[in-house]
Nanobody, 115 residues
Framework: QVRLVESGGGLVQAGGSLRLSCAASGSIFSINAVHWYRQAPGKQRELVAAITSGGSTNYADSVKGRFTISRDNAKNTVSLQMNSLKPEATAVYYC?????????WGQGTQVTVSS
């Protein structure tokens, strides 16, 4: 079992920055992949960024060049640095941890970008 706790959400003006964190605890395997998803009201959950335990990253086209995903394997934390935020980034952001064929989700953290 893996427990995930997200933090760092909040209210920011367009053009601003936020840094989200996902802290994992429990039975952590060294081989895993972590994703950040977001879900805006009335919309489907979408993948924002991903990172493997080896450090390979992938981003949605809509955030490339503005968002950076990183991880600290020693601390079992994954961060999402979000710069140049746009109002359309307003959503609940979820951390998703994949290991050994199982997926775990955090409770989500609200990000609101005002125009």
């Amino acid at each position: 079992q893996v427990r995930l706790v997200e933090s760092g959400g909040g209210l920011v003006q367009a053009g601003g920055s936020l840094r989200l964190s996902c802290a994992a605890s429990g039975s952590i395997f060294s081989i895993n992949a972590v994703h950040w998803y977001r879900q805006a009201p009335g919309k489907q959950r979408e993948l924002v960024a991903a990172i493997t335990s080896g450090g390979s990253t992938n981003y949605a086209d809509s955030v490339k060049g503005r968002f950076t995903i990183s991880r600290d394997n020693a601390k079992n934390t994954v961060s999402l640095q979000m710069n140049s935020l746009k109002p359309e980034a307003t959503a609940v952001y979820y951390c998703n941890w994949l290991q050994h064929g199982l997926a775990y989700w955090g409770q989500g953290t609200q990000v609101t970008v005002s125009s």
